[in-house]
Each structure stands twice: as structure tokens, then as C-alpha cells.
Nanobody, 116 residues
């Protein structure tokens, strides 16, 4: 069955870095656009970054441009989110998303907390 398993979330101090990973299985990963979304407590889920199926097209939320980098390894069926210069407002549950035609899959999320 389809699985998206996020990992890498943690408690980190402001200015720190984290790398999130999302391991995919059960579908043709290389055909899917992949994305990272986040949802802070009491707020709606929002797009953080997306990457095209072959990695050539990348989009970022304005709030993370220049700090976050999305990448993928199709040989490992994994998508990554490198997060640098983290701020308290980056605190949220981060979700992995896979999308292709009418298929739209979500992971269970990983908690990122930025606090001193």
C-alpha cells in the first residue's frame, strides 16, 4: 500500500538547522510531484516547498525562500527538506505530500519545534 513516512523532526534552537526526510513506497515515486506542507497549532496547513517529478522545478513559500531547500533522490524514493536559519515561526507539524493526476497522498507528519 501507499506509504509516506516522514522523519527528522526535532526540537531545535533558533538559527539552527534540520533535515527532514520522507521515504515513499507503494507507488511510482519518480512520476509524482512531491511537496512539504506544514500546519502550526490553530492554523491551516500551508505549502512550504514543492519539487517536480524529475527535480527540475521547485517552488517555495515566500516565508522560507533562501532558508529551505527541497530535493529528491528517485533512486531511494525519498524527498528531503533542508531547513536552515530556523525561526520560532517555523514551528509546526511538517507533512510530506505526493501528487500525480488524481492521486494525492499524505504522510502522518513530523513535529518541528524551534525554541530556545
Amino acid at each position: 500500500q501507499v506509504q509516506l513516512v516522514e522523519s527528522g523532526g526535532a526540537l531545535v534552537q533558533p538559527g539552527g538547522s534540520l533535515r527532514l526526510s520522507c521515504a515513499a513506497s507503494g507507488f511510482a515515486f519518480s512520476q509524482y510531484g512531491m511537496g512539504w506542507y506544514r500546519q502550526a497549532l490553530g492554523k491551516e496547513r500551508e505549502l512550504v516547498a514543492r519539487i517536480g517529478s524529475v527535480g527540475g522545478i521547485r517552488n517555495y513559500a515566500d516565508s522560507v525562500k533562501g532558508r529551505f531547500t527541497v530535493s529528491r533522490d528517485n533512486a531511494k524514493n525519498t524527498v528531503y527538506l533542508q531547513m536552515n536559519s530556523l525561526k520560532p515561526e517555523d514551528t509546526a507539524v511538517y507533512y510530506c505530500n505526493a501528487r500525480y493526476n488524481n492521486n494525492n497522498y499524505w504522510g502522518q507528519g513530523t513535529q518541528v519545534t524551534v525554541s530556545s
